[in-house]
């Protein structure tokens, strides 16, 4: 199938993301000129204003190309994209942040990775040639490494970056694979992950730069990592 009979939901959750959400959308447009897409936006309650500026944007450029979808409060990563899977018209999904971690520039190349492949996903990984970090200290970049190596080699996943959210999947993957996932937080896309190898789809790799967020606070933290850790555990239980 070829890209002008795809459509691309892009699923970007958010919460506090007022100063970044306009510059996002703008990036998507920008590098997704000649493609079928939507924008998902599952806000969970931000008191900041972000869902002011989402209406602002769908005055823009259209209630059909950007949808918001808010829920009450905060529930999690894992049901948000649920949630936005919900709402998706399009063949394939895709998850991203949108605190600008995950730069739309790559797009392009995920889109083509999976017409050249065939695959059922496509997962941007900092830990390839060309791929990599920036605006992180020393030791967030060895406790990110040594998550992965960690996992790598009590999980054998087949593939490289396992904590990365930068991801396209076949809506009908994501479905199969997020219907089976229990862990919530930072191990949850761990988990998508390892089931999606374990149950033998497809999955390729595009090398990106992870950027550390340009506006408001990093959520990850000393219980994220406590969380982390216990989700290696129960992976290596059950799967």
């Not at 797009?107 to 990599?132: D, N």
Request: overall charge positive; glycine content about 10%.
């Amino acid at each position: 199938m070829d890209a002008e009979k795809n459509k691309y939901s892009i699923i970007v959750p958010t919460y506090n993301e007022r100063l970044n959400i306009a510059l996002i959308v703008y990036l998507i447009f920008k590098h997704l000129r000649d493609v079928d897409f939507e924008i998902i936006v599952v806000d969970d309650g931000s008191p900041d204003g972000t869902q002011e500026i989402v209406k602002q944007l769908q005055k823009l450029y259209g209630e059909d190309r950007i949808l918001l979808r808010p829920r009450a409060k905060k529930l999690g990563l894992g049901t948000a994209y649920i949630h936005g899977l919900k709402h998706a018209s399009g063949n394939f999904v895709v998850i991203m942040d949108a605190d600008l971690s995950h730069h739309p520039k790559y797009l392009p190349s995920f889109i083509k990775k999976q017409l050249e492949t065939g695959a059922s996903i496509v997962t941007g990984t900092r830990y390839v040639t060309g791929g990599g970090v920036h605006g992180w200290n020393l030791m967030r970049k060895l406790t990110s490494r040594g998550a992965n190596v960690l996992a790598q080699t009590l999980l054998w996943p087949g593939v490289s970056d396992l904590t990365g959210s930068f991801r396209l999947y076949k809506k009908s993957v994501l479905e199969d694979v997020i219907s089976s996932c229990v862990s919530k937080g930072y191990v949850f896309q761990m988990e998508m992950i390892v089931r999606a190898s374990r149950k033998g789809y497809h999955i390729e790799e595009v090398p990106i730069t992870f950027v550390d967020r340009v506006f408001g606070s990093s959520k990850l933290g000393g219980s994220e990592i406590v969380e982390y850790l216990k989700g290696l555990i129960y992976l290596m239980v059950t799967t």
